[in-house]
Each structure stands twice: as structure tokens, then as C-alpha cells.
């Protein structure tokens, strides 16, 4: 694979991410879950940034950009939802890292992709946090606590 190739493979990946998170937060938001629902709202958000910033990236290096969106599955039950995210995360992170090497020979990329990482990282802990809050205090009080 290129690096061309893998950075179009990146916007692809987040355009898709954050409309699946997009999607999440509007059914949260509607079932009155309002606190889980702003938090995966803004995970879309830097997700379509993320996006953004690949494809401006993209032309910067004088390639072009596609209009394409990765497939990602809509899940209802929250449990399965932040299960879903953390294997998601849990995979892309080591991927991500591996790519690095990549772009030794350009800066400005590999510089943004650590800071991709890093939100990934932020994103992988959170889930894992909460998968945890669920363990500890169960699934119907965690669901109390995302009221609101």
C-alpha cells in the first residue's frame, strides 16, 4: 500500500466513523441518554475533522482526494455499541502506529498522524473507562448516569 493509498484509506475510515457515531448520538439523544449522546456527538465531529484534515493534506501533497465513506454498522444497545468502539480502536491503534515509518520522509504528515493517535488513545481509554463503569456498577445504573 502507498502512503497515498493509506491516507485516502484514513479519510474513508473517519468520514465512515463519524457518521456511524453521528447516527449513535442522534438514537441516544432520542431514547433521552443525552450525556453519552454529546460525548459521541463531538467524537464525530473530530472524526469529520480528522477526515478534513487528510483530504487537505492529500491535496497539499498534490493528489486528490475521493469522495468515499467506509461501511460501519448501526447499533442500538449501548453496551454493544461501546463494545464495538473499543475493538475498533483496539485494532486501528497498533495499525496506525505501524504506518508511521511511512512517512519518515515527511513531517508535516507523520506529525499529524501521531496526533490522530493520540485522539485515538483519548477515545480507546474513555471506552474502556465506561466499559468498566458498566462492570462496576452495572448496566441499568450506568444507563441512569447517561440521562439527561
Known amino acids: 500500500m502507498t502512503k497515498i493509498e493509506l491516507l485516502?484509506?484514513?479519510?474513508?475510515?473517519?468520514?465512515?466513523?463519524?457518521?456511524?457515531?453521528?447516527?449513535?448520538?442522534?438514537?441516544?439523544?432520542?431514547?433521552?441518554?443525552?450525556?453519552?449522546?454529546?460525548?459521541?456527538?463531538?467524537?464525530?465531529?473530530?472524526?469529520?475533522?480528522?477526515?478534513?484534515?487528510?483530504?487537505?493534506?492529500?491535496?497539499?501533497?498534490?493528489?486528490?482526494?475521493?469522495?468515499?465513506?467506509?461501511?460501519?454498522?448501526?447499533?442500538?444497545?449501548?453496551?454493544?455499541?461501546?463494545?464495538?468502539?473499543?475493538k475498533d480502536s483496539a485494532q486501528a491503534l497498533p495499525e496506525m502506529s505501524k504506518c508511521l515509518s511511512m512517512f519518515e520522509d515527511d513531517y508535516v504528515t507523520k506529525k499529524m498522524i501521531e496526533q490522530f493517535i493520540v485522539d485515538e488513545q483519548e477515545h480507546y481509554s474513555w471506552v474502556k473507562q465506561h466499559l468498566n463503569l458498566i462492570k462496576e456498577i452495572g448496566y441499568e445504573n450506568y444507563l441512569i448516569e447517561q440521562l439527561g
Not at 491535496?59 to 449501548?78: R, S
Request: hydrophobic share 35%; net charge negative.
Open 8 to 86: 485516502k484509506g484514513f479519510a474513508k475510515g473517519w468520514f465512515g466513523n463519524s457518521q456511524q457515531h453521528s447516527i449513535h448520538a442522534q438514537l441516544l439523544k432520542q431514547r433521552g441518554f443525552g450525556k453519552l449522546a454529546d460525548k459521541i456527538m463531538a467524537e464525530s465531529d473530530e472524526e469529520w475533522d480528522e477526515a478534513k484534515k487528510v483530504n487537505e493534506r492529500l491535496i497539499q501533497l498534490g493528489e486528490t482526494p475521493v469522495v468515499a465513506i467506509e461501511e460501519y454498522p448501526i447499533i442500538t444497545d449501548i453496551k454493544e455499541m461501546l463494545e464495538y468502539d473499543c
